[in-house]
Nanobody, 128 residues
Framework: QAQLVESGGGSVQAGGSLRLSCAAY????????MGWFRQSPGKEREGVAT????????DYADSVKGRFTISRDNYKNTVHLQMNSLKPEDTAMYFC?????????????????????WGQGTQVTVSS
């Protein structure tokens, strides 16, 4: 069973940047998606950005397009989320997630229900 270890996060003022990292251990094969999701108090968990194992395909939530970039370091089995131009509404607990296999054509890759392995989460707080 894959395990995920997150790092990064913290507090920053609006307009600032943060970088999250997620190292994956114990997985097998090369057919999987990883991604970042977030959840604020009282809100449902939502997809932020996801990436195919070799980095050749990515998906972003509309709210973060142009500001966040997801990338993968295959040598270190790590996925990064570079977050720029942060806004107070980006404040949330951010979770790394993993799922084996592909998605059918046309399916969203940002649905939390489609990922079955989760990290512990790391807090991101953006002050105005």
């Amino acid at each position: 069973q894959a395990q995920l270890v997150e790092s990064g996060g913290g507090s920053v003022q609006a307009g600032g940047s943060l970088r999250l990292s997620c190292a994956a251990y114990g997985y097998t094969g090369s057919s999987f998606w990883m991604g970042w999701f977030r959840q604020s108090p009282g809100k449902e968990r939502e997809g932020v950005a996801t990436i195919w194992n070799d980095g050749s395909s990515t998906d972003y939530a509309d709210s973060v397009k142009g500001r966040f970039t997801i990338s993968r370091d295959n040598y270190k089995n790590t996925v990064h989320l570079q977050m720029n131009s942060l806004k107070p509404e980006d404040t949330a607990m951010y979770f790394c997630a993993f799922r084996y296999g592909t998605f059918r054509y046309g399916m969203s890759r940002l649905q939390p229900r489609d990922y079955n392995i989760w990290g512990q989460g790391t807090q991101v707080t953006v002050s105005s």
